[in-house]
């Protein structure tokens, strides 16, 4: 939780009908193309999606080589093909950029297809390092803007001029666009090297997550394969629900500091280190640490020059925070944060969540004035009631029936963090304990969907934890293979690029547990159990 392109206008046309840029010196029908005959970057039709209009097409020849992005620079890119698509929705007054990126040279296509989703707000970064990567590993790689800003936090785009919701802009962010966004790109695959992409992916994380989730929950034959981490699925609940302490703060009369807030995650972390047999300083196992914040009420705490003692409203404070949203009766709404995630985020006194508060101002309260800062338990609950309400069947991304995409032979990795300070793991772990529900039990989801928690890990990476490696990978091997991931591998590295810890995260609800003897910076260490 991330630039637009000047684009020349190609004029708009039906909805069936395909633009085209002027043709080259070539009479090769764009569908009869071989591997042996480099197509050109020049021609390319592209059939818009249903209800869509194409209103414009760039296509520019890059030679490739090193590529500087604002992210970070890919080395070795093979020249490539980058398509500029940009479409409207009649009577939604938006502008979409899709990027397509395809290697010139068809012996560089593996027939692969990568889709990159987005973070926070922006539904895809159009100007990051991620597409190039995608052509240097083979892929045909795509991404879109939705029509909305390419400003990670900005949510100004949900409100028109005159005060109401941009339904239109919303259907884009929520679903529509990463729909169209895909069919763009298998027909410009096509239309180029004159076959079929022969396996499509998904990659995303966060917002990306979300995207993935909801492209198996609604268009279930757009992708093989569905790589989506740390999703903010359920976001009508998840976006309202992570400014839970901004009303728990405010009803305890407590306006903690950070290093108040941290002494609870350092004692938690020092009573549950333990629970998987090493001593790490990582809680392993959130849902099995049982530490109570109340038991640090009185400890003296240093805080910039200043010794401050705990109260027991600050505890209860912490105990509310790490239990969740509850309605005014003690129903359980939403998740909050597990034990030992840094509360840096989603617990800090007048410093409410952004992207939670960019949805309460847009969309739910509809007023870029409304003060999140302010809320009570009673406001809380109607405002999130209410989000619910207005949101969960426009971008829940709840629906726990995965049955088409597993008819169609879709296979969906998910891993999150244990420590992500941004979207709650419980929500994750929620919504896969749904599906098991539905759909048969933890055995019979397991060959089409497998989540991995990975300890210690904060939101989308980083953190004290061993980091997620190739995760793409393992799931190409599922999808291509038949290579079923009873685990994920894990690893450290150090600066100068030596692993130094490697470890096998377990398909969820199973967890890596110490043998009792051996490196426990060794995979081989550890066993899976149910525990």
């Known amino acids: 939780m991330r630039r637009p392109l000047i684009l020349t206008s190609a004029g708009v046309l039906a909805l069936s009908a395909a633009v085209l840029i002027p043709a080259a010196a070539t009479s090769d029908s764009a569908h009869s193309r071989t591997a042996a005959t480099t197509p050109s970057c020049s021609t390319l039709p592209v059939p818009a999606p249903s209800g869509a209009r194409v209103d414009s097409i760039q296509v520019i020849a890059d030679p490739g080589g090193t590529k500087t992005f604002p992210d970070q620079t890919v080395t070795d890119v093979p020249a490539y093909c980058d398509v500029t698509v940009v479409l409207s929705h009649p009577g939604a007054g938006d502008r979409v950029t899709v990027k397509v990126m395809l290697p010139s040279n068809p012996g560089d296509w593996t027939g692969r297809l990568q889709a990159l989703g987005g973070s926070a707000y922006q539904a895809g970064d159009l100007n990051g390092s991620g597409l190039a990567a995608g052509v240097k590993n083979g892929y045909v790689t795509t991404t879109t803007d939705a029509g909305v800003s390419q400003n990670l936090i900005d949510a100004s785009w949900g409100l028109k001029p005159d005060g109401t919701v941009n339904t239109g802009l919303l259907k884009n962010f929520a679903s529509r666009s990463a729909h169209d966004m895909t069919v763009v790109a298998k027909n410009v695959a096509r239309a180029y090297y004159g076959r079929s992409v022969g396996y499509a992916y998904w990659n995303g994380c966060s917002t990306g997550g979300r995207q993935g989730y909801q492209e198996a929950q609604s268009y279930p034959n757009d992708y093989d394969g569905i790589l989506a981490a740390a999703p903010a699925v359920d976001w009508s609940r998840f976006a309202i629900g992570t400014l839970w302490s901004q009303a728990v703060f405010n009803e ?8 108040e807030m941290a002494a609870f995650n350092t004692a938690a972390i020092k009573a549950c280190d333990n ?82 508060d960019n949805w309460a101002k847009y969309f739910v309260a509809k007023d870029p004035a409304f003060d999140t800062k302010k809320l009570t338990y009673a406001s809380f609950y109607q405002l999130f ?72 890990v904060q939101h989308c990476g980083g953190g004290t934890g061993l980091q997620a490696v190739d995760p793409l990978g393992t799931l190409v091997n599922w999808v291509e293979k038949g290579q079923r991931p009873a685990t994920l591998v894990t690893a450290t590295t150090s600066s100068t690029g030596e692993v130094t810890a490697t470890r096998n ?18 995979a081989t260490s550890y066993r899976c159990a149910i525990k």
Not at 307 to 328: F, H, Y
Not at 450 to 455: A, E, G, S, T, V
Not at 509 to 522: L, S
């Open 252 to 259: 305890e009369r407590v306006a903690p500091t950070t290093c």
């Open 275 to 356: 629970l998987d047999g090493v001593a790490d300083g990582i809680i392993d196992t959130p849902r099995n640490c049982h530490w109570d914040p109340r038991s640090l009420i009185g400890t003296k705490v240093q805080c910039e020059g200043q010794e401050l003692t705990i109260s027991a409203a600050l505890a209860d404070a912490v105990r509310k925070i790490w239990a969740g949203p509850t309605s005014p009766n003690g129903r359980q709404l939403w998740y909050g944060p597990n034990v030992g995630a840094d509360f840096a985020y989603l617990a800090t006194a007048g410093n409410p969540f952004i992207v939670a």
């Open 505 to 522: 995260a377990c398909s969820y609800p199973q967890v890596a547990r110490y043998v009792g003897h051996g490196d426990p910076n060794q």
């Open 385 to 456: 009631t209410q989000s619910v309400r207005e949101y969960d069947r426009v971008i829940g991304t709840n629906d726990a029936d995965l049955s088409a995409f597993r008819d169609a032979g879709g296979k969906l990795l998910s891993w999150h963090g244990q420590a992500d300070q941004l979207v709650p793991t419980k929500g994750t772990v929620g919504y896969r304990n749904r599906v098991n529900l539905v759909m048969g039990g933890n055995a019979r989801v397991d060959d089409f969907y497998r989540l991995f928690l990975l300890p210690g």
